[in-house]
């Protein structure tokens, strides 16, 4: 097969434009081409009045002599090439009669464990996965307690659930993690096997949106469990024990509880994919001296735009095409007290939620259904923070306790919640009124999607305000800077809501080259809470890398060099 890349054609063109582009490009007679598909097709909207298409089209010709010639003919195009084997190689597979005695332990269900989990299983290894919250479809209704009747489940909520974060989500499936082994890929085909649509596989900004990542996870649940996987909920681990001294640690089981009950699992494998808002379990394994540092985040507020402003900034003319679909955008301020301000997951033709798994805290993230037809765009808007902002002991040298940035976040958490008055309201502001240092009083066009609800405040309070003042400073230098890229993102009934502290994790439960915790064998930190990932896609491939280590451990066979 030969790889065409970054095919051009315009937005409008018809689909039986393309293999004719495609003979073109190659040179080629029609009767040459055996079969063609997409895959990938991105877009260049740089000029809104001339939207271009960029394909990748994957090429069979009528004769492998011609493929050769072709090659030899293109051989200094780097946009004509083989197409690289991008399909999904294990490291080894369990022989008959492998024991079953000690199965590797995965703590969390979200798109680390879940990848953990399948890849394990599908090695035949069986892994035993222990979740804190609830299956998916009753997480859905806890979580709704939440937005409708402002009553919190600290064990099941947006953060812990079957599905991790990322079940209530935009579910965008793109990452820039640099994939030479082609792991997003093997995440989109399970995902498509599940039931996601299959154009996930070749469009350039892949999402799926809330209602079908339910069903999908469900079903990713089934292939396990028909694995011989199990998927244990309401298991909150609550210990681990590890055995020996000094170098010579190694984990040897979990302690979870369950509906009230201690339960021991003894593993030497345990995989920790626990999300970033797992505080209670990073304050047990600091405890227990597992390693890890302070690391740096982001916090700020939720923006909230009519999505036709967003439309019209990014696709001019062409806002609403089919192809093009809601429009979402990306930006970065460097504001002049140093610190960089910048857009956060957002989310077109979505809303805004309430993302806490603590009581009488405010978090707020966002969300979209697959259509991305809500009124209103909303991103997060944050500034970046480093261990020395949050240190909490006024020393201004020395080491950051690796817990200090979750007390940090908590401090603005409360705050934002006493802000809003309470039931997990939040605090709110108009951009024109938060730009000119003003309580606002009324919404204007702009009504935000936030539930239960948004009090309008003034979010800069001198002694009271919602955020450092390093980052109020930064965000009203920033918001009239993005205006000059989006035209209408500092309009005056914009609204602001917050606040948004779970970026990504607050600190790294640092692992070696070998995936293992640098001072407990066995324990293998993954994904967002450990710090090696922050989104569904780049948890769900880190998921795979440690389950490929920890199958390589397992089944005694080399792991991936
Ligand atoms: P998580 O998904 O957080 O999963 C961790 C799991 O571990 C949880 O289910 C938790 O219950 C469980 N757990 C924690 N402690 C314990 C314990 N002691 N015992 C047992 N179980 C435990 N990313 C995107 O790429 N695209 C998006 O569109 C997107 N939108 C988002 C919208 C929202 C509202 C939120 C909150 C996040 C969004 N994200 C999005 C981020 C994404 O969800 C996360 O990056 C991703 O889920 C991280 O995966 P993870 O498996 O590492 O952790």
Known sequence: ??????????????????????????????????????????????????????????????????????????????????????????????PAGFPQDKRPVVIGFGPCGIFAALILAQMGLRPIVLERGKQVRERTKDTWGLWRKQQLNPESNVQFGEGGAGTFSDGKLYSQISDPRHLTRKVLTEFVKAGAPEEILFVSKPHIGTFRLVSMVEKIRED??????????????????????????????????????????RTDHVVLALGHSARDTFTMLHGRGVYMEAKPFSIGYRIEHPQSIIDRARFGPNA??????????????????????????????GTVVAATSEPNRVVTNGMSQYSRNERNANAGIVVAISPQDYRQDGQTEGPVSPLDGMAFQRIWESRAYELGGGGYIAPGSL???????????????????????????????????????????????????????????????????????????????????????????????????????????????????????????????????
């Open 431 to 561: 951009v024109g009124d938060f730009v000119k240092r003003q309580r606002s009083s009324d919404f204007g066009s702009v009504m935000p999607s936030y539930k239960p609800g948004v009090n309008l405040v003034d979010l800069a309070e001198p002694g009271r305000g919602s955020l450092p003042d390093y980052c109020l400073d930064a965000i009203r230098e920033a918001l009239p800077a993005f205006e000059k890229q989006i035209k209408g993102f500092s309009m005056p009934d914009a609204v602001l809501t917050g606040v948004e502290t779970r970026t990504s994790s607050p600190l790294r439960i640092t692992r070696g080259r070998d995936y293992q915790s640098l001072n407990v064998q066995g324990l293998y930190p993954a994904g967002e809470g450990a710090g090696y990932a922050g989104g569904i896609m780049s948890a769900g491939v880190d998921g795979i890398e440690v389950a490929e280590a920890v199958g390589a451990s397992m089944l005694g066979v080399p792991p991936v060099a």
């Open 224 to 265: 396990i469990e028909a694995l011989g996987g199990e998927i244990r909920f309401q298991h909150h681990v609550t210990d681990v024990l590890i055995e020996g001294e000094g170098d010579q640690r190694h984990v040897r089981g979990v302690v979870a509880e369950f509906l009230g009950q201690r339960i021991e699992l």
């Open 320 to 349: 609403g095409h089919e192809i093009l679909g809601a429009a979402d955008y990306k930006l970065v301020h460097h504001a002049s007290n140093g610190r960089a301000v910048y857009s956060f997951c957002m989310c077109p033709g």
């Open 1 to 94: 097969m030969l790889r065409i890349t970054e095919l051009r054609l315009p937005l409008n063109h018809a689909e039986g434009e393309l293999r004719p582009a495609v003979v073109q490009r190659l040179g080629i007679q029609d009767a040459d081409l055996k079969s063609f598909h997409v895959f990938r097709r991105g877009y260049d909207a740089r000029k809104k009045t001339n939207i271009i298409l960029s394909y990748t089209i994957d090429c069979e010709l009528a004769t492998e002599a011609l493929e050769s010639a072709l090659l030899a003919r293109f051989q200094g195009d780097h946009q004509i090439r083989v197409t690289p084997d991008t399909s999904y190689k294990f490291v080894g597979h369990a």
